[in-house]
């Protein structure tokens, strides 16, 4: 199975993770001009709704507390500016409707949902996202934490990266992909890139320690890399910025991770 999942050029779907292709994370981006709407149904699972540039409403009811309405969210227009996005949390059995109040990118990550009416609906404002920087040198990275693990939710763990050009990130290579806490937890992943300027490309290779999964890609603007087990480190050539939001879900809702030995070294430079 090939683990890069290339996006359409036109049309309001930019790219989908096919059902089935995961146990636990499901994704698909969408693409929304001025007036336009998306529907949301969570069904049984939960959603992270992120809102990746320009302004949009989103209304809907949800077991707990019934109707909602947020308007006017969005401070960006692109996922390259020093701003963290607006998002939105939605349970199990919620049901919504975004509207776009001008042309609009948005996120659907999704992951199994506690029983319905166990959680609520809720605003993910950008002021109550934790922002850091990863790495030093050539590997040092922006991140910013949409859902993290210390934020409610079931199963979902969200968080946006931007790399600069010519750094690596994702970087010395770990993965996740062993329930054995307190060393490593299972957690699938998907990474959804977007690049500056957008004809450029990175580097993702997606391996395991046997080498059963072993494959590197050059990833486009907007493709989805999928991430069922391995290490999976990103490399960005000179000239281009990197952006990628991860989406990861698992048996239990912990990143916990584990270096690849032969390259841990590099934490020491």
């Known amino acids: 199975m090939?683990?890069?999942?290339?996006?359409?050029?036109?049309?309001?779907?930019v790219v989908r993770l096919a059902d089935g292709t995961l146990e636990y994370v499901g994704f698909s981006a969408h693409r929304l001009s001025l007036g336009e709407s998306l529907p949301l149904s969570?069904?049984?699972?939960?959603?992270?709704?992120?809102?990746?540039?320009?302004?949009?409403?989103?209304?809907?009811?949800?077991?707990?507390?019934?109707?909602?309405?947020?308007?006017?969210?969005?401070?960006?227009?692109?996922?390259f500016e020093d701003k963290s996005p607006w998002a939105v949390y939605?349970?199990?059995?919620?049901?919504?409707?975004?509207?776009?109040?001008?042309?609009?990118?948005?996120?659907?990550?999704?992951?199994?949902?506690?029983?319905?009416?166990?959680?609520?609906?809720?605003?993910?404002?950008?002021?109550?996202?934790?922002?850091?920087?990863?790495?030093?040198?050539?590997?040092?990275?922006?991140?910013?934490?949409?859902?993290?693990?210390?934020?409610?939710?079931?199963?979902?763990?969200?968080?946006e990266v931007r790399t600069p050009s010519g750094h690596s990130s994702s970087y010395p290579p770990h993965k996740h992909d062993r329930d054995a806490l307190p060393a490593e937890s299972f957690l699938e992943e998907t990474y959804f890139h977007q690049i500056n300027p957008p004809q450029g490309f990175v580097f993702q290779r997606v391996y395991t320690d046997d080498r059963r999964i072993d494959q590197a890609m050059a990833v486009e603007n907007n493709d989805l890399v999928v991430v069922p087990e391995g290490y999976h480190p990103v490399s960005v050539p000179y000239g281009y910025e990197s952006y990628y939001l991860n989406v990861m879900a698992g048996p239990k809702r912990v990143w916990q991770f584990h270096n690849d030995p032969q390259h841990e070294w590099l934490l020491d430079l």
């Open 90 to 159: 939605l349970p199990s059995g919620s049901q919504a409707r975004l509207q776009a109040l001008s042309d609009v990118q948005v996120a659907v990550c999704a992951a199994p949902g506690a029983a319905s009416g166990a959680l609520a609906a809720r605003l993910i404002t950008p002021e109550s996202m934790k922002r850091s920087t990863r790495g030093k040198g050539a590997n040092t990275r922006y991140v910013c934490d949409i859902l993290p693990d210390t934020s409610v939710a079931h199963s979902l763990l969200v968080v």
């Open 42 to 79: 969570a069904g049984s699972q939960e959603l992270c709704v992120v809102l990746l540039s320009g302004r949009a409403s989103l209304a809907g009811e949800a077991p707990v507390q019934g109707s909602f309405n947020w308007n006017n969210l969005g401070e960006r227009q692109s996922v």
């Open 2 to 13: 090939s683990l890069l999942v290339k996006s359409q050029k036109q049309g309001p779907d």
